[in-house]
């Protein structure tokens, strides 16, 4: 800088570009921070990794059967299914305790008037005004897809089920929260 032009960052007046009062090593504006210490407990998401206590059944019942030991039994959510104590997957089997499942709603649902309605409307309203009513005629359209993810045991998969309707949605929904009551 020159002499007209002080530098206005300096500590004093005579003090050169890039010469600046806290110098090599030190922080300015307090930049950088130390890594912050982990803490005591760490806390888990979701109840991942927690052990469940194994709880003696109550006097005068029987354990039933798991999922899996009668024959035919299972769930499948798009490609992916529940067999035993295991989840089956095209990329490979992963541990069914402590699954982590989420869903995504990647679908719409679109109502418009079809075409037909505006011309049975046309036609019918030169003979009578009841021809309006079929302008209320409405068509529901849902296209898209449900992203259904699953981690477990360190492993990783995502499959797509399309929307047929606007429940799609929520049937998904009802088979994940089986799926996440059988992972606990």
């Not at 930049?31 to 005591?40: D, K, L, M, T």
């Not at 409307?121 to 068509?139: P, Q, R, S, Y």
Request: aromatic content about 10%; glycine content about 12%; proline content about 12%.
């Amino acid at each position: 800088m020159s002499e007209q032009q002080p530098n206005p960052y300096a500590s004093d007046p005579g003090q050169a570009p890039g010469d600046y009062k806290w110098g090599p090593g030190q922080a300015s504006y307090g930049y950088p921070q130390p890594y912050p210490q982990p803490p005591a407990h760490q806390p888990t998401v979701g109840g991942a990794g927690l052990p469940i206590p194994q709880q003696p059944p109550a006097p005068g019942y029987a354990p039933g059967p798991g999922l899996g030991a009668v024959p035919g039994q299972g769930l499948s959510i798009g490609d992916i299914s529940i067999a035993g104590d295991q989840i089956i997957t095209p990329s490979g089997t992963m541990p069914l305790r402590g699954a982590m499942w989420n869903a995504t709603d990647f679908s719409r649902t679109e109502e418009k008037m079809p075409a037909h309605a505006v011309v049975l409307a046309i036609v019918f309203f030169l003979f009578c005004l009841l021809g309006l009513l079929f302008l209320l005629m409405k068509e529901k359209r849902t296209t898209g897809y449900i992203q259904v993810t699953v981690h477990s045991g360190g492993r990783h998969h995502s499959t797509t089920i399309p929307a047929t309707d606007a429940n799609s949605y929520a049937w998904v929904m009802n088979q994940i929260n089986y799926a996440r009551s059988l992972s606990v």
